[in-house]
Nanobody, 126 residues
Framework: QLVLVESGGGLVQTGGSLTLSCEASGRTLRGYSVGWFRQAPGKEREFVAAIKRNGDAKYYSDSVRGRFVISRDGGKNRVFLQMNSLKAEDTALYYC???????????????????WGQGTQVTVSS
């Protein structure tokens, strides 16, 4: 079982930046595709960004493309989500998820990921 822990959430003003991190307890994420998802109260969990397990190809939802950047650290121990030009609509509980076998077409589908963190809250003031 892969245990994931997110951190970096908090309160930020509109237009500001925040960076989230996701790491595996006692493990490397080198062999895993990692996705970021978010969920606001009363809304469905939605895809934000993902980084592929092989080649580190990056994918983004239309709502964050150009504003958010997903990346891995040099040792492949952590995955980051740098969020820029934040808007009130970005307010949500953000989760990271990982899977060893996902194909590219499944990266945006939450139900396809086997491992999930507990989430970190991001609140953007308007």
């Amino acid at each position: 079982q892969l245990v994931l822990v997110e951190s970096g959430g908090g309160l930020v003003q509109t237009g500001g930046s925040l960076t989230l991190s996701c790491e595996a307890s006692g493990r490397t994420l080198r062999g895993y595709s990692v996705g970021w998802f978010r969920q606001a109260p009363g809304k469905e969990r939605e895809f934000v960004a993902a980084i592929k397990r092989n080649g580190d190809a990056k994918y983004y939802s239309d709502s964050v493309r150009g504003r958010f950047v997903i990346s891995r650290d040099g040792g492949k121990n952590r995955v980051f989500l740098q969020m820029n030009s934040l808007k009130a609509e970005d307010t949500a509980l953000y989760y990271c998820a990982a899977d060893e076998r996902l194909i590219t077409s499944s990266l945006g589908q939450a139900r396809e990921y086997d491992y999930w963190g507990q989430g970190t809250q991001v609140t953007v003031s308007s």
